[in-house]
């Protein structure tokens, strides 16, 4: 359960920020008094490099993740070779912390090293399991696509709208959703809906008000 809710928010995470940056960029050109092509063009080249960069990041880091686990999983290892009554020492200590007496924490940890002696470790030591063990990959396809499902709203609101409306329907899409996403991050986390709702609003409003002011800086005149 918690794991699922942890790529439910990392999923909400990564829309709010392809909704974001994706309409403040589509209003920036907008604002800019550019044409439909070119705010069409500014806004997919937003939502492909955000996906990409995104997915990257993503990457690289859990893949470091990974890394860690490896060379703490390949000295456990070797620590069980080398030196097994410390091991089980060490792990029925865990479980006397856990509130198990000495006796059956010392016993229940020759038990399950007998079975399964590095999973052991990994689960109760490390923090190691099959739910939670780093996978770079799915973890960087996940975060371009949770990216992508956000970015793709302003994208099709300014397709679907003439030039000299894209900022005002961009604008509504885009807020409209990120109150949606705010309200269910907030429900999936188990919190009151409306306070992240309207935070996320107001951020989103910052950051397009900004950008539509620097178009409108540094655009052409129509």
Excluded: C
């Amino acid at each position: 359960m918690s794991s699922r809710l942890g790529w439910l928010r990392a999923a909400v995470l990564g829309a709010n920020d392809g909704i974001l940056s994706t309409s403040s960029l589509i209003i920036g050109v907008a604002s800019a008094h550019a044409t439909q092509e070119s705010i069409l063009l500014a806004g997919i080249s937003s939502l492909v490099a955000g996906a990409m960069s995104m997915a990257a990041g993503e990457y690289v880091s859990v893949s470091s993740q990974a890394d860690s686990e490896k060379a703490d999983l390949t000295r456990e290892k070797k620590e069980l070779h080398s030196s097994w009554d410390a091991e089980v020492s060490e792990l029925a200590s865990i479980y006397r912390q856990r509130g198990l007496d000495d006796t059956l924490a010392h016993e229940v940890a020759l038990q399950l090293m007998q079975h399964d002696a590095l999973g052991t470790h990994a689960r109760d030591e490390l923090g190691i399991s099959e739910a939670t063990a780093a996978r770079p990959v799915q973890a960087a396809f996940a975060s371009a696509a949770a990216f992508s499902s956000g970015a793709i709203l302003p994208v099709l609101a300014a397709l679907m709208s003439p030039a000299n409306v894209v900022s005002w329907s961009v604008s509504a899409v885009s807020l409209a959703s990120l109150a949606v996403l705010g309200v269910v991050g907030a429900q999936a986390g188990g919190a009151s809906p409306w306070r992240p709702a309207l935070r996320v609003i107001f951020w989103g409003v910052v950051a397009m008000t900004i950008t539509a002011g620097i178009g409108k800086m540094f655009g052409v005149q129509a």
